[in-house]
């Protein structure tokens, strides 16, 4: 029986993941995690039964702690909640699927108390891989990917030990405006960007993938994950999403992972690694599928992928600057204050004035987090 805890369990990746748990019967679940869903962590709490559950906001957390008084969970909030449950002493392995910075510090602490990590939270590495990565090498804790793509690449690697990585090809759907002009995108609604083609997913990660935000994201993650240099990541437009990221080996292999747009299959992947289980739901049809296709990303119309090319390059706290100034940019999105093409125009802005940090240490990088969200918050 492998214990695990989720931080994010209300959302796509938390609840896919319980999904998982249900089936198996062999997973046991020694905390969860949320944000606001009072009511939904609740059902997962009376079905899971968790020995811990957190709740973001302290009031949320009190209107928990009334309802399952008839259990025995300890509820808490906020960070401190967080980083309780990521340091469990009967936890084997830690599901980041939290969204934004907030996962940083429960991960740095998991991975300092030697649990694995299923990481579903990619603003940690983008902000923090620096940090994360030397210290998971140091204390020999194993960082799983759980984002399709990322789990395609350490799927492609397997058994290829020792050999040099040409180039990974990070593939892309295209998100739902592929093939807009930019004059076609300042009339995009909000109801039009989370309508996503291929996948299921939250609200903020869909529009990231309309504007190609979260593809540049992802490109960040691998460098961190995979030890290779940016120039070696190259992003494909593949509309199908049935190819989800290849590896090319120095002597021209390729080699691929392909299925269908299903995020079970990533999840699964990590919570058995290295063994694989059987997963119930449609399998490819080669027959059916008939045709797959391949383009280049329209980094003119879709800006936030070069900017994302850019902060990378740059390194330092540009990465967070990048990632704070696109999370609010949404957010003002969602809320309908601005139009769709202004969130490339305010991440541009924002790095454009940013204080530049060169090595910056987990304050310095909560720090340029708050001067970012200052700055936009100052002028939208």
């Not at 690697?157 to 995108?185: C, D, M, Q, V, W």
């Not at 309508?195 to 490109?219: C, F, Q, Y």
Request: net charge negative; glycine share 8%; proline share 4%.
């Amino acid at each position: 029986m492998k214990k695990i805890a989720i931080l994010g369990s209300t959302g796509s990746i938390g609840t896919q993941t319980l999904e998982i748990v249900r089936a198996q019967k062999d997973l046991q679940v020694t905390a969860l995690c949320a944000g606001r869903n009072v009511t939904l962590l609740e059902r997962q709490i009376r079905e899971f039964h968790p020995k811990l559950a957190v709740l973001w906001e302290e009031a949320a957390a009190s209107d928990l702690r009334e309802r399952v008084a008839d259990l025995d969970v300890k509820v808490l909030s906020g960070m401190e909640g967080l980083l309780e449950a990521a340091v469990q002493t009967e936890t084997e392995l830690l599901v980041t699927a939290i969204v934004g910075m907030l996962g940083i510090r429960p991960t740095l602490a998991a991975i300092e108390a030697g649990k694995t990590i299923a990481l579903a939270n990619k603003e940690t590495l983008v902000t923090a891989g620096h940090l994360i990565m030397p210290l998971a090498k140091e204390r020999h804790v194993p960082i799983l990917p759980v984002d399709s793509e990322h789990s395609a690449i350490f799927q492609s690697l397997k058994g290829e030990e020792g050999n040099r990585i040409h180039k990974i090809l990070l593939t892309a759907s295209g998100g739902p405006f592929r093939g807009y002009s930019r004059e076609r995108l300042a009339d995009v609604r909000v109801e039009d960007a989370l309508k996503h083609p291929n996948w299921t997913m939250g609200r903020k990660i869909t529009i990231d993938s309309a504007t190609l935000v979260n593809k540049g994201l992802e490109v960040m993650e691998a460098r961190w994950l995979f030890d290779v240099d940016l120039s070696r990541i190259q992003v494909v437009v593949h509309p199908q999403s049935v190819i989800h990221s290849m590896v090319e080996y120095e002597d021209g292999g390729i080699i691929a992972q392909l299925g269908t747009p299903d995020m079970r299959l990533p999840i699964q992947y990590a919570l058995y690694y290295p063994s694989r289980r059987f997963l119930p739901g449609k399998r490819l049809d080669f027959f059916e599928l008939g045709t797959l296709t391949f383009e280049k990303p329209d980094t003119d119309t879709f800006q936030g992928l070069a900017l994302a090319y850019r902060a990378m390059e740059a390194g330092g706290n540009l990465p967070t600057v990048y990632n704070a100034a696109n999370e609010r940019a949404v957010a003002l999105f969602l809320e309908r204050r601005i139009h769709f093409p202004e969130i490339a125009g305010i991440i541009q802005g924002a790095m454009e004035q940013a204080v530049f940090r060169k090595d910056p240490g987990l304050e310095e990088i909560l720090l340029t987090e708050q001067e970012t969200y200052q700055w936009i918050e100052s002028r939208w």
